[in-house]
């Protein structure tokens, strides 16, 4: 059963491809993303890494590791929050008028 990691406190040029590579000494990665921006492209500082095996032992020895001159923090990825603002009660909106009342 594969796990996924969140690697926070990442340097802003740290890649992909560097994420994969440091965490695949441990195990099998299936896969490794860098949040960027939207609308710059920019690293938001923080990615995660998907692994097959060898989860427990990566987060043993690269929380707390230093990567590209930053100490990483490492655990097990949470189901993202909603984030949803309150307000609204789930109504679209728009819709050009049409239809209303």
């Known amino acids: 059963m594969s796990k996924k990691l969140y690697v926070g406190n990442l340097a802003f040029a740290t890649t992909s491809d560097e994420l994969r590579d ?5 195990g099998t990665v299936t896969s ?3 949040i960027t921006d939207r ?3 920019r690293s938001r500082g923080f990615g995660f890494v998907e ?3 060898g ?3 990566a987060i043993e020895a690269m929380n707390g590791k230093e990567l590209g001159g930053r100490t990483l ?3 097990e990825a949470r ?3 909603d984030r949803r603002g309150g307000g609204g009660g789930g109504y679209g909106g728009g819709g050009g008028g049409r239809g209303r009342y």
């Open 39 to 41: 609308e710059t492209g």
């Open 22 to 26: 440091a965490f695949g000494e441990f």
């Open 51 to 53: 692994m097959e095996s």
């Open 73 to 75: 923090n490492v655990n």
């Open 32 to 34: 490794a993303t860098v």
């Open 55 to 57: 989860a427990e032992q």
């Open 79 to 81: 189901p993202r929050e």
